[in-house]
Every structure is written in structure tokens, then in C-alpha cells.
């Protein structure tokens, strides 16, 4: 097997005697490490990359942080020195896989440098923080969050079990290569789904791969929506089929899976073909029925499951997320088309299904036909919901052909 190098990252002068431990574990499976310390006093033991040069890198001395006696300061200082080193350290070859152990403050500072690397390259964050709200440590990464049960904080026989777990995990990802083969590089697209959507795109999915496209379905789920639009501005997207906007619903309804107020406008701003459509805008999301809030309890509500509750969207809400995915497409440098399924925005959209509205759509449909800036986005409407299999197959082909062109001007 080949010598791998894992940066072993952390507060060496609290949690010393850990991550020795750590450290001779990593040496005894054979992987080399590459200590960073980002404690604010000495370390216990002699780092490779002292605290010293990940202060400098935000432009500070660890003298500096080590007088203020701010903790939280110095917490900041440090996470904005590592996101500024941790990525060099690894364009320069110093190390194939990252670690660190933590509470709530190490696993902040250390998560950030983590997100700035690369997908695919193991990121393993050992945390205190691991079995509640991850998402502000992970972000839009492939960062991997282990529990680490109790404490980081002595050697015990439940925190040497956790360790050493999490080391063997490490050193399987980085003594374990695919085998090198040839694969041929096909366009990717990446595409939006939600479970009532699903038929539409794994349509579009199957008809785009049967042409040659590779397609990443992303679960619109807000860190889905996220992740999506992070890959588009990273460059990694040759194509969008975004026929599950939902997010925004949640966005300004106050629903549990929004992505933020930047959702539409990676693909715009950047010029990737994108074909876009209003697949379940007819819905916000909650929880367990018990945790929707009171002000919407005379509102029209679905149990999707016993973890999952629906609600329907109203026409004013429709004509404000028409007017917003018309300001987020009218952004477009590149080609954008916007399709429009008349007959339903959703499964439970259609005639017979409990959100079947045709005044709200029509809300939404209006709202777009008014706002949508023609020189820079196309607007199609169709005569069929959105799960029919000829509107999943059109929207693939209208894609097709967009990018095509677009590889015909260039």
C-alpha cells in the first residue's frame, strides 16, 4: 500500500495527551500525519504547522491573540487563518486526508478549513456536535461527522474506542484507491427532485443518460438546493435541469427545507445552460404535524409521513415566488429556458389530489409571465402537469439542445 499523509489538526495545548494518542495510532496502521495546532497557548507536544503560521495566515501573531484574552476572537482569527492554509497545505501535496476531534469551538474552526477543500478529498470531523444540527459545520461539503460520545477531553475507555475508530476509518480511506481505469468523461448535469416530483425527473434522468449525459440528483431539501448551486459556481456543472424549486416556498413561508436567498442564481451568474420549472411550488414544508406553527393552523395541511408535513401554497405566496424565480432568472449571462406545467405543479397537484389548485398556480403562471424578462429567459408553457412523461422529456431534450448550442459558439 502507499504511505499516506493525514492532517491531524487541533488544540494540541488543551488536548495534548489525545491527540498523542491519536498520532501513535495513525503511525501504527502505517499513515503518516501532519500535525496543525490551533490552540492559542504552547502545545503539548511539537507540531509540524505551529499556531504560530496558521495566525500568520489571517494576518496576525499568535503573541496578538495570546494578549487579547478573547477566546471567541481568537477562535475567529484562527478559523480564518486555517481556511486560508489548509487548502495550500494540500495544493502543495503536505497531506491526502484531514482530521480533527473537538467541541463545539474546535469543531467550528476546523470544519471551515475542511469545506474549502475539494470534494472527495476524506474529511473526518470527530465532534461533540456530531448528534444535533450538522449543518453548520458541514455546509455544502462531503465532510463526515462522527459522535464522539463524550468529550474530547482525557483517555478513557470509551473516548480511546471512539479515537481509534475514527483513525481506522481515516486509514481506510486513504490506504483504499479505486483501481485506475478509463472513464469517459460525459457531460454532467445536475438536476432537482423532491419526492413529489420524482417521476418527472427520473424521466428526464433516464432519457438524458440513454444520450450520453451523467446526471447528479439532488434532493431539494435545502441543503440539496446548497450543494447543487456550490458545484454550479465551482464549475463541476455542465448543465442544469432544475424542475424542483420548492426550496423558495420554504424560503419565504417559512418552511423547515429553504436554501437560502442565493437559490436560482449560481447557474444565472454563471452562464451553465439551465432548463428551470416550478415543480412543487404548490407546497411548504414542516416537520411532524405537532411542530407546524399555530398561525397556520386554519391553512390547508398534508401528512406526507410521520416526520414530514405539507402545506398548500396560497395565491399571494405564488405571486411572490413568481416575481422571485423571475428576478433570480432575469440574472441569466447564459441560455435559460423556464417551462411551465399548467396542469399541475406537483403529485398532489393534480385534478383529485389535495392540492389541486389551478387559482394558485395561476397566480404563480401570471406572477411569471409578467416578470420574466424575455431577452433573457425563454418561457415555455405546456398543457401537462409536471410528472407526465412527455413534459420530463421535453425539458431533457430542451437542455440538450441548449447546451449543444452552446458548445457550438464556443
Not at 314 to 322: P, V
Amino acid at each position: 500500500m502507499v504511505t499516506r499523509t493525514v492532517a491531524l489538526v487541533g488544540t494540541f495545548d488543551t488536548k495534548g495527551e489525545e491527540y498523542l494518542f491519536i498520532r501513535k495510532l495513525f503511525h501504527d496502521v502505517g499513515v503518516q500525519t501532519l500535525t496543525i495546532h490551533t490552540g492559542v497557548f504552547p502545545p503539548y507536544f511539537e507540531p509540524d504547522v505551529s499556531n504560530q503560521e496558521v495566525a500568520l495566515a489571517a494576518g496576525v501573531t499568535i503573541e496578538s491573540l495570546m494578549a487579547k484574552k478573547d477566546r471567541a476572537y481568537a477562535t475567529e482569527i484562527l478559523a480564518k487563518g486555517m481556511r486560508q492554509l489548509i487548502p495550500r497545505l494540500y495544493a502543495e501535496g503536505k497531506f491526502a486526508g484531514i482530521i480533527s476531534f473537538g467541541g463545539s469551538g474546535g469543531t467550528s474552526l476546523v470544519a471551515s478549513a475542511m469545506q474549502a477543500l475539494p470534494i472527495g478529498v476524506p474529511k473526518l470531523m470527530v465532534s461533540t456536535m456530531a448528534a444535533g444540527d450538522i449543518s453548520p459545520y458541514v455546509g455544502t461539503s462531503d465532510i463526515m461527522m462522527m459522535p464522539s460520545i463524550v468529550d474530547v477531553s482525557g483517555l478513557n475507555s470509551i473516548s480511546t474506542q471512539i479515537f481509534t475508530n475514527a483513525v481506522f476509518a481515516m486509514a481506510g480511506m486513504l490506504h483504499f484507491e479505486r483501481p485506475e481505469r478509463v472513464v469517459d468523461k460525459r457531460p454532467l448535469i445536475a438536476a432537482t427532485m423532491f419526492g413529489v416530483t420524482t417521476p418527472a425527473v427520473t424521466t428526464a434522468r433516464e432519457y438524458l443518460e440513454a444520450r450520453g449525459y451523467e446526471v447528479l440528483v439532488f434532493h431539494a431539501t435545502g441543503s440539496g438546493g446548497k450543494t447543487m448551486e456550490a458545484l454550479i459556481s465551482a464549475g463541476f456543472i455542465d448543465g442544469v435541469l432544475d424542475l424542483t424549486t420548492t426550496e423558495w416556498a420554504d424560503e419565504i413561508v417559512g418552511g423547515v427545507l429553504n436554501a437560502g436567498p442565493h437559490r436560482l442564481e449560481a447557474a444565472a451568474l454563471s452562464g451553465v445552460p439551465q432548463v428551470v420549472s416550478v415543480g412543487a411550488l404548490d407546497m411548504v414544508n414542516f416537520g411532524p404535524f405537532e411542530t407546524v406553527p399555530k398561525k397556520f393552523d386554519q391553512r390547508l395541511l398534508y401528512k406526507h409521513n410521520p416526520t414530514v408535513t405539507l402545506m398548500r401554497t396560497t395565491r399571494a405566496e405564488n405571486q411572490q415566488l413568481g416575481e422571485i424565480i423571475a428576478e433570480k432568472l432575469n440574472k441569466s449571462i447564459g441560455d435559460t429556458q423556464l417551462i411551465l406545467p399548467l396542469k399541475g405543479l406537483s403529485g398532489i397537484d393534480v385534478a383529485g389530489e389535495l392540492f389541486y389548485g389551478p387559482e394558485e398556480d395561476n397566480c404563480l403562471f401570471d406572477a411569471l409571465r409578467t416578470h420574466v424578462n424575455s431577452d433573457k429567459v425563454t418561457l415555455i408553457e405546456r398543457e401537462e402537469a409536471i410528472n407526465e412523461p412527455t413534459f420530463a422529456e421535453f425539458a431533457a431534450q430542451q437542455l440538450i439542445d441548449l447546451i449543444e448550442h452552446q458548445e457550438r459558439r464556443n
